[in-house]
């Protein structure tokens, strides 16, 4: 349980412009709907998947690291990863597991495979959506374990978009669906309370000596 109390003192160091700029995107947070990249190798294509992450109001991103390990872009998402929740994985089975253990259904993002578009996509269900490398785009691994395949429809000559890209538009789409469904999409109070708790003390240079004085003072 977070300490109200102590949140509450934390946050008096904050300007009263950051404070509501915090409960506001915090009140547009959801678990509802997650991402996961699978081994992306270019750097700065997960840094932008992050960043439409927090755009889009999407807490938790996992990045599953099975072939290509390589750290965020900062530049790229422009403090993106101050914000969102970023889990790791050795294998792409162990993402999946984890994430249906948490009640999501796999998405696998694809052009091919008789995959349903993203208008018609049934947004009642919690869901994870996977992106693949650049290239090979998924792994059979996803593809074969998938609840449901997704693809962006397009009429030009070419079959897919940057991954980036890609992950913008579903995105967009999905969460714009999410905010005008009668569904309990939002971070239950106690984990917004949470967020605005880690988020203080990433702003709060000296947020250890802080809590510690108010411990004593207490």
Known sequence: MVDRK???YLESFLTSRRL???KKVVSQRTNHFTVAVEDVYQLHNTSAVIRSCDVFGIQNV???EE???KRIDREIAM???KWVDINRYATTRECIKTLKNRGYQIV???PHDDSEVVQDFEITKPAAFFFGREQQGLSDTVLETADSKLHIP??????SLNISVSAAIILQHVTSKLRTANIEWQLSEEEQLQKRMEWAKKVIKSHEQIIARYRENK
């Open 67 to 69: 072939v290509n390990i």
């Open 79 to 81: 403090g993106a990863q």
């Open 20 to 22: 509501a700029l915090y």
């Open 154 to 159: 397009m009429v030009g000559f070419t079959e």
């Open 6 to 8: 102590l949140l509450e």
């Open 108 to 110: 696998a993002t694809t």
């Open 62 to 64: 996992h990045v599953i």
